[in-house]
């Protein structure tokens, strides 16, 4: 399961975390997977219990992304900005934030997708995949490369983790 969890961890990251971070992260989430009360006696500061929707191991995964991989929020205006922000001065972007205040949200979506995808052609681009169960805040995702999609989807699986791009997700739900 670790090197499962590296993987995943290193795809999610999109390259914005050093390997030693996502050694660690991995680390302990495969301590907390395979024995959480022994895991939770080790590390007392946790603040997690059996009320939360997603396993142990899982809330360590999620809870230890740096800002810069994890984007949280309650709204796509939130979302984008989290993301521009990730990407620093020198990225320009052709949407804005306050360009998505009265959109609805499957348009919204898809403008912030389209961003994404035009970004890192090598890579195919970026996905906006919403991941886990959101705790605090109505949305959660990471970005992944588009080329890493497939694979990311495999580990989610395997893993046990919510994982699924955002726009076709939102798309398939109000066609359902």
């Given at each position: 399961m670790k090197q499962q969890l590296l993987e995943f961890i290193t795809l999610i990251s999109s390259g914005c975390m050093t390997e030693e971070e996502i050694a660690r992260i991995a680390d302990e989430a495969a301590q907390a997977y395979a024995d959480p009360a022994a895991f939770l006696a080790?590390?007392?500061d946790i603040n997690y219990d059996d009320?939360?929707?997603?396993p142990l191991g899982e809330w360590v995964v999620v809870g230890s992304l740096p800002e810069t991989v994890l984007f949280q929020g309650d709204s796509y205006e939130e979302l984008l900005q989290q993301i521009i922000e990730s990407f620093g001065p020198d990225v320009p972007f052709n949407i804005k934030p306050k360009q998505l205040a009265k959109v609805e949200?499957?348009?919204?979506?898809?403008?912030?997708q389209v961003q994404l995808s035009s970004m890192y052609k090598e890579k195919g681009g970026y996905v906006l995949l919403d991941i886990s169960e959101p705790l605090d805040d109505e949305l959660q995702a990471v970005l992944v490369y588009t080329s890493d999609l497939p694979r990311v989807m495999?580990?989610?699986v395997a893993l046990g983790i919510y994982a699924a791009p955002a726009y076709e997700t939102l798309k398939a739900a109000q066609q359902g």
């Amino acid at each position: 399961m670790k090197q499962q969890l590296l993987e995943f961890i290193t795809l999610i990251s999109s390259g914005c975390m050093t390997e030693e971070e996502i050694a660690r992260i991995a680390d302990e989430a495969a301590q907390a997977y395979a024995d959480p009360a022994a895991f939770l006696a080790a590390n007392p500061d946790i603040n997690y219990d059996d009320s939360f929707p997603i396993p142990l191991g899982e809330w360590v995964v999620v809870g230890s992304l740096p800002e810069t991989v994890l984007f949280q929020g309650d709204s796509y205006e939130e979302l984008l900005q989290q993301i521009i922000e990730s990407f620093g001065p020198d990225v320009p972007f052709n949407i804005k934030p306050k360009q998505l205040a009265k959109v609805e949200p499957l348009k919204a979506l898809n403008r912030i997708q389209v961003q994404l995808s035009s970004m890192y052609k090598e890579k195919g681009g970026y996905v906006l995949l919403d991941i886990s169960e959101p705790l605090d805040d109505e949305l959660q995702a990471v970005l992944v490369y588009t080329s890493d999609l497939p694979r990311v989807m495999e580990l989610a699986v395997a893993l046990g983790i919510y994982a699924a791009p955002a726009y076709e997700t939102l798309k398939a739900a109000q066609q359902g």
